[in-house]
């Protein structure tokens, strides 16, 4: 059982579209963090969230935690190739390391 | 970027064999993370490390052993591969644990048991 489920597990959009990914746990968080994949590389960190409702943007990219602390979202706007990757949320329970969600793997057509 | 190094960074061999994987860092930091990576699965802890000789169990650490003899060198140890040990490995450090941990990833290791 995943402490950390992704969805959707796929997304294949159009250039110029908007889209959400959502990250959610019965879990509560003490932060959580996004991360992006490209093929052949590790993951690359994208944000940190720590407080419950915080909203932090990124260029075209808006990540909220939820005000539980046990839920967040990812909207991309106007979605470009150069998007195209595997979207990891990771979440920090206090114990060890963080744990990582399944991953949304977003394809973004020209 | 942040200076990790793994390798070897693709490796093919048998069932039944000894695997050494190798992490190195130039950043100092104090924390080293091994994970896999498998579809469906994300990311998934097998053993990390908060010091010189300071080790402790992810979530997946059957089969494997983790040895940190330097601050800048992490191994991951297959004693005997398995086919369900086929995957890609992530080598990743941080300076902190905690809600200010932030992970530099290497760029894996696919392994391959056949």
């Known amino acids: 059982t995943q402490l950390l489920e992704q969805s959707p597990q796929f997304l294949s959009i159009q250039e110029g579209e908007n889209l959400t990914v959502y990250c959610n746990s019965s879990s509560v968080f003490s932060s959580l963090q996004w991360y992006r994949q490209e093929p052949g590389e590790g993951p690359v960190l994208l944000v940190t969230v720590v407080t419950g409702g915080e909203v932090k943007k990124l260029k075209r990219l808006t990540f909220q935690f939820g005000d539980a602390r046990k839920d967040s979202s990812l909207h991309i706007t106007a979605a470009q190739t150069g998007d195209t990757g595997l979207y990891l949320c990771a979440g920090d329970t206090g114990r060890r390391a963080l744990t990582f969600g399944s991953g949304t793997r977003l394809q973004v057509q020209p | 970027d942040a200076g990790i190094t793994q390798s070897p960074r693709h490796k093919v061999t048998e069932t039944g064999t000894p695997v050494t994987l190798r992490c190195h860092q130039t950043e100092n930091h104090r924390y080293m993370y091994w994970y896999r990576q498998d579809p469906g699965h994300g990311l998934r802890l097998i053993h990390y490390?908060?010091?010189?000789?300071?080790?402790d169990k992810g979530e997946v650490s059957d089969g494997y052993s983790v040895s940190r003899s330097k601050t800048e060198d992490f191994l991951l140890t297959l004693e005997s591969a398995t086919s369900s040990q086929t995957s890609v490995y992530f080598c990743?450090?941080?300076?902190?644990?905690?809600?200010?941990?932030?992970?530099?990833f290497g760029s894996g290791t696919q392994l391959s048991v056949l």
């Open positions: 990743a450090i941080s300076e902190h644990l905690g809600s200010n941990e932030k992970l530099f």
């Open positions: 490390s908060y010091g010189v000789k300071d080790t």
